[in-house]
């Protein structure tokens, strides 16, 4: 693996790189893991989600990205376009450290829309010459040429008694405020949340305080890319805490995705959950999600995710020179007070031909003959009947993917644990799910090198990162009486070079 000096990590595009990250760009495109219904990076590494929204009659999404190779160097944001969160645009590099302010990386942050103008307020990850960091949240927003104009000076300045780890800025306008809500890490290293508020959106902001969970003092030393959904009568607090202690099956990645639903009591700077404090994600590569700015759904909430995380490695596409995927966009719903996540109700669109079909554990119809398609939708409903067993890009000596059911112990497990390629495996090889209703669907997404598990039509999500080789190329599939239907997923979006 090539190891990075500071000076190249230190590196900005510019229009001389064009050639090269061309090259790199083709050299990659014929990689066996580029993803073909996945927003992917169009080079190097790709991180968190940014700027998430709905304007101008297109969805756009913006990633942290790093052009260069697969390590997280100085951060830019590179924009992609979509009419229905299913096939995805290239549109190019949107914005890149060229200010002081953030002259070691454009880091994370979200879209407001206004007027027809779209605002971005993100972290400016500044370093001075001893490498002190001094992170500055900061306002651009779209010009004329679809580029990003920035704001000459920052937003906020630094708040007393928190370290230089505050950032990640979601900002969003609620009873004729606006609001910035970051999260932070206090002298004590903890991570907390902080709330700004302000009557104009390019100054004016002024700290309310740290908002409060009620029930919680702090989420383990910092808390990243916080956002507040409101959808109904409820709010959504989504954010990523880093350090939390493993409980059992919970929390089990490296840093995890979590949420409350509940009140937010803007008065007195506090959230009150109804629920439980859960994660967003059961599986392995979560992180860093982010609800989009949209006004197309009033009953759901769109969100999206980087599937990875900071300090895991990918080593089958690191050597590659690339890293990272963003998840499905996913619809949020709450029903009787839990959240559900179902899959963009668009992505219907990405069913191709049915491959396979079994009906109450008969085949009705098989093209596959026991091989795995490297792309599919998996439907399987109402196993209630009999447990089951789902081994995909499994080999003769190897599971593959081994998705399994309890049904008597009511237990939902996913190893990944045998395959050639491993990834972060001392965080563990399988997740298992306690289905307390018991399973009655599971609908899977396989593009290459990730599979998202949708458990009872959006109860759980179970998102990884899986690198099969060509010889790993077998399905096999057991449990009587089940429905099961194979799709095979239409290549939406393009692996186009453009920056
Ligand atoms: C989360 C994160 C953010 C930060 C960004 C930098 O993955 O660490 O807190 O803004 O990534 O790329």
């Known amino acids: 693996m090539k190891t990075w000096t500071l000076k190249e990590r230190r590196r900005t595009l510019t229009e001389d790189d064009r050639h090269e990250l061309q090259k790199l760009h083709e050299r990659i495109s014929a990689s066996a893991w580029r993803a073909t219904y996945h927003v992917q990076p169009v080079t190097g590494l790709m991180n968190d989600p940014n700027g998430f929204s709905w304007f101008g009659g297109k969805w756009h999404l913006f990633y942290q990205w790093f052009p260069f190779g697969a390590v997280h160097g100085l951060k830019h944001w590179y924009h992609v376009e979509s009419d229905d969160l299913v096939s995805w645009e290239n ?9 002081l302010y953030d002259n070691c990386g454009c880091y994370s942050g979200s879209a407001y829309t206004e007027d027809g ?3 971005f307020a993100y972290t400016g990850n500044n370093k001075d010459v001893f490498n002190q960091r001094h992170p500055y949240q900061v306002l651009s927003w779209i010009d004329e040429n679809g580029k990003a104009e920035k704001l000459d ?14 950032r990640d800025p979601k900002l969003f306008r609620h009873e004729g405020k606006y609001y910035i809500l970051l999260g932070a890490q206090d002298q004590e290293e903890h991570g907390k949340f902080l709330l700004y508020s302000s009557d104009e959106l390019k100054q004016g902001w002024k700290m309310e305080g740290e908002l ?3 029930g919680y003092d702090h989420f383990g030393f910092m808390v990243e890319c916080p956002d507040l959904e409101k959808i109904g009568d409820d709010w959504v607090l989504l954010f990523s805490p880093q350090g939390l202690e493993q ?3 919970h929390f089990a990645n490296k840093y995890n995705n979590v949420y409350f639903v509940g009140k937010m009591d803007f008065d007195n700077l506090e959230f009150i959950p109804n629920g439980p404090f859960a994660e967003l994600d059961r599986g392995f590569d979560f992180y860093a999600a982010q609800c989009a700015a949209q006004d197309r759904y009033d009953d759901a909430g769109v969100l999206c995710a980087w599937m990875g995380c900071g300090d895991y490695s990918y080593p089958a596409t690191d050597e590659e020179d690339w890293s990272g995927l963003q998840t499905l966009p996913r619809e949020l719903s709450i029903k009787d007070g839990k959240l559900l996540q179902k899959p963009a109700r668009s992505l219907e669109k990405i069913r191709g031909r049915k491959l396979f079909e079994a009906k109450d554990g008969s085949i009705v119809s098989d093209t596959m003959h026991g091989l795995m398609p490297r792309t599919a939708v998996i439907r399987l409903d109402d196993p209630e009947s009999e447990s089951i067993q789902l081994n995909l890009f499994a080999h003769s000596r190897w599971n593959g993917l ?3 059911y309890d049904k008597f112990r009511r237990r ?3 190893d990944r644990g045998d395959f050639i390629n491993q990834c972060n495996e001392e965080y ?3 997740r298992t799910i306690a289905l307390e209703n018991g399973l009655s669907s599971l609908e899977i997404y396989v593009d290459r090198s990730s599979a998202e598990i949708f458990v009872n039509d959006g109860e759980y999500v179970l998102t990884m990162r899986i690198f099969p080789t060509a010889q790993e190329n077998l399905i096999r599939m057991g449990g009587k009486n089940i429905d099961l239907v194979i799709y095979e997923a239409l290549p939406v979006t393009e692996d186009t070079f453009v920056i």
């Open 117 to 119: 103008t779209t605002y």
């Open 428 to 430: 563990g090889t399988s």
């Open 212 to 214: 409060k969970v009620r």
């Open 402 to 404: 081994a998705i399994s």
């Open 247 to 249: 409980e059992g099956e």
């Open 153 to 166: 000076h920052p937003l906020i300045p630094h708040p007393d008694g928190y370290t230089e780890h505050v």
């Open 412 to 414: 939902l497990t996913v």
């Open 91 to 99: 549109k190019g590099l949107f914005m890149k450290p060229d200010l």
